[in-house]
C-alpha cells in the first residue's frame, strides 16, 4: 500500500506551543502533500513538498522530507486554538497521480 | 475563490436503493475525484477521472458505483444499490495540477 500514516493519532498542546506530526509511507512518491480538514467539512491543501525538495516553508508552517527514510513532518509554529483541525499527509506514488491519504492526526490547541 | 460545490450535504437511504451525489468541480479543472471517508477513519480514493473518461479506480468502486460528467459542469457518482457499509461521507475533489479542492462532502446515511 502506498498510503501515508501519520502520527501521533491525537494530539493536545497549548496555544504558543509548536505541533509537529509526522507521515511515513512506504514506496517511492513524485510529491507528498499536508491537508487540513476541519470537523465536518471537506479537505485543504496546506503545503506540496516534491521528492527532490527537503524542505519548504509556508507562513507557520515547516513541512521536511526525508525520502531516504520514506517519512515527513509538519510543524505548527506558534499554534493557535483555530488550528484545531485533523491533518493528512497524502502521497502520489511515482508513474501514478492518485493521492492517498493516511488516517490523519487529531491535533487540539487550547487556549 | 472558486470552490468544489456538493449536494445533498446530507442523505439518508433505504438499503437496495440507488443514490446520486452531485458536485459542480472548479471550472477549468482537468482532473476530478471521489473520495470517501468513513467515521473516524482514513480518506478513502474512489475513482478519478479526466478527460471524459475514469483514469483510475480503486478496490472500492465495483460495478455498483459509477461516475458521470453529464454536461460539462456536473460530475456524479452513482451507487447503484446502496449497502450499509456504503454509510460514510463522500468527498468530490477537482485540481489542475497537483493538490486537489475538496468540496464539504455529502454524508450518506443507508439504513
Known amino acids: 500500500s502506498q498510503q501515508g500514516e501519520e502520527d501521533p493519532q491525537a494530539l493536545s498542546i497549548q496555544e504558543g506551543e509548536n505541533a509537529t506530526m509526522n507521515c511515513s509511507y512506504k514506496?517511492?512518491?513524485?510529491?507528498l502533500q499536508w491537508y487540513r480538514q476541519n470537523s465536518g467539512r471537506g479537505l485543504v491543501h496546506l503545503i506540496l513538498i516534491r521528492s527532490n525538495e527537503r524542505e519548504k516553508h509556508s507562513g507557520r508552517l515547516r513541512v521536511t522530507l526525508d525520502t531516504s527514510k520514506k517519512s515527513s513532518s509538519l510543524l505548527i509554529t506558534a499554534s493557535r486554538a483555530a488550528d484545531t483541525a485533523s491533518y493528512f499527509c497524502?502521497?502520489?506514488?511515482?508513474?501514478?497521480?492518485?493521492?492517498?491519504f493516511g488516517k490523519g492526526t487529531m491535533l487540539l490547541v487550547s487556549p | 475563490e472558486p470552490e468544489v460545490t456538493q449536494t445533498p450535504s446530507h442523505q439518508v437511504t433505504q438499503m437496495g436503493q440507488e443514490v446520486i451525489l452531485r458536485c459542480v468541480p472548479i471550472s477549468n479543472h482537468l482532473y476530478f475525484y471521489w473520495y470517501r471517508q468513513i467515521l473516524g477513519q482514513k480518506v478513502e480514493f474512489l475513482v478519478s477521472?479526466?478527460?471524459?473518461?475514469?483514469?483510475?479506480k480503486s478496490e472500492i468502486f465495483d460495478d455498483q458505483f459509477s461516475v458521470e460528467r453529464p454536461d460539462g459542469s456536473n460530475f456524479t457518482l452513482k451507487i447503484r444499490s446502496t449497502k450499509l457499509e456504503d454509510s460514510a461521507m463522500y468527498f468530490c475533489?477537482?485540481?489542475?495540477?497537483?493538490?486537489?479542492?475538496f468540496g464539504n462532502g455529502t454524508r450518506l446515511t443507508v439504513t
Open positions: 475533489a477537482s485540481s489542475l495540477a497537483s493538490s486537489l479542492h
Open positions: 477521472f479526466y478527460n471524459n473518461e475514469i483514469s483510475e
Open positions: 497524502a502521497t502520489d506514488a511515482a508513474g501514478y497521480s492518485t493521492l492517498t
Open positions: 514506496t517511492s512518491i513524485n510529491n
